[in-house]
């Protein structure tokens, strides 16, 4: 184990860790903490400043907020094997989704039974790795999963993931998995024909979502899939209320609150257990992205001072979550001074790899540093190589 607990309320990692991964130790503001690593630095490559103490920040307000929901933190959102390695250690289970993410997690954990499978669709070759592995634990929504699962895992615990309303989140993903509430009985019978081993109901509100509500009212419609599964004696032990949660702390405790309430109203007396698939809500705040300026261009249009800067990370890197997360990049700079309109573009030859336009920032100059905090949630995890760029390098801190 990596954490000392260091009085009720606080945690820390141990020095062995510590010196694992040359983890530094920050005592003051990001700035400042900023300079002392670039005046360091003999490159001009991108890294990421990782926070590993936003971790244990994160991992003690839940337990606040929701100690009886116990979390399988999404790997999709970040894969970054220290931060994975630390979350193991604080017993926060794992979300995977494919044979990759399985094997990554099981090198870390060594136990299958902290692994949820929780991919409605499953290549065969994935849900072979998974038995191998003793994954137990996934989730269905549809006939042909659950033959699949017949012939190629049939000891598996089934979770079955219903269809919620998701019209209060940016990215919707009803459209694509769970089963609708009047085809759970058909489909349940099933299961008992096939003799699989149901163990509850899972649903996910979408991710972004902007309305608490929608976790109270997923309960109502889960209370609604239990007493279906009642009146054919099919026991629920299991609900995963899934993902949605949001990276911001004091948003995060407004949806606790209508979670506990909808737990209270529709599930009092009830002997289950309660898991959530959060990602973002994690992993948002552990990067900040550290670029450069690379390139810069002056520009005159309408007697006004343009300028369009080049960075070394682009949509092709981490700001792809653009266009598939949402994201609206609010860069920073570590300087003031007369504002100009701005237009930053990422390193590739692609005219559309465009970050931020037509934005207020100070002048800035060949080697200045630009960055960018909370980027830890679908940036890296997804980025590509295009073009031969990446963000390879990590660098650790922990603020005491």
């Not at 999709?76 to 399985?102: H, R, T, Y």
């Not at 509430?181 to 699989?196: A, C, G, I, Y």
């Not at 163990?199 to 509500?213: A, K």
């Not at 109203?265 to 990602?279: N, V």
Request: net charge negative; charged share 25%; with cysteine.
């Amino acid at each position: 184990m990596y954490i000392v607990p260091m009085d009720e309320d606080t945690i820390q990692l141990q020095p062995s860790f510590i010196e694992k991964y040359k983890v530094m130790i920050k005592h003051e503001p990001l700035q400042p903490f900023l300079y002392s690593i670039l005046h360091k630095r003999t490159t001009d490559r991108p890294f990421y400043l990782v926070h590993l103490d936003r971790v244990f920040s994160a991992y003690e307000t839940w337990n606040n907020e929701l100690p009886m929901v116990k979390p399988f933190y999404a790997v999709k959102s970040n894969n970054n094997p220290v931060v994975l390695e630390i979350m193991s250690s604080l017993g926060i289970n794992f979300d995977c989704a494919s044979e990759k993410e399985i094997e990554l997690v099981h090198g870390i954990v060594k136990d299958g039974s902290r692994i949820l499978y929780a991919n409605p669709c499953k290549p065969i070759s994935h849900l072979q790795y998974s038995k191998q592995k003793d994954v137990q634990h996934m989730t269905f929504d549809s006939e042909e999963e659950l033959y699949k699962v017949k012939l190629y895992h049939p000891q598996a615990r089934l979770i079955l993931r219903i269809a919620v309303d998701d019209t209060k989140s940016v990215l919707r993903f009803n459209r694509k998995f769970g089963c609708k509430l009047e085809d759970v009985h058909e489909l349940l019978l099933l299961v008992k024909r096939l003799n699989l081993h149901f163990i509850g109901f899972s649903f996910h509100v979408g991710s972004l979502c902007s309305s608490p509500v929608a976790f109270y009212e997923a309960l109502r419609t889960t209370r609604c899939a239990v007493d279906v599964a009642s009146g054919i004696a099919l026991e629920t032990r299991v609900i995963d209320i899934g993902g949605g949660f949001p990276g911001d702390r004091t948003m995060f405790i407004r949806f606790a609150a209508e979670i506990r309430k909808g737990m209270f109203d529709f599930f009092q007396g009830k002997q289950i257990r309660f898991i959530a698939e959060p990602g973002r809500y994690f992993s948002e705040s552990t990067q900040t992205l550290v670029m450069n300026v690379i390139g810069k261009k002056q520009v005159q249009e309408k007697g006004q001072t343009k300028y369009a800067y080049f960075l070394n990370d682009g949509t092709y890197g981490g700001f792809g979550s653009i266009h598939y997360d949402k994201l609206i990049p609010h860069l920073q700079v570590m300087k003031q001074g007369e504002m100009f309109m701005s237009t930053f573009y990422g390193p590739t030859c692609d005219s559309m790899d465009v970050l931020v336009e037509d934005y207020f920032f100070p002048e800035l100059f060949l080697g200045d540093c630009v960055y960018h905090e909370n980027f830890g949630a679908y940036t890296s995890v997804s980025a590509t190589d295009f073009n031969g760029y990446k963000v390879e390098d990590c660098i650790y801190c922990y603020n005491l």
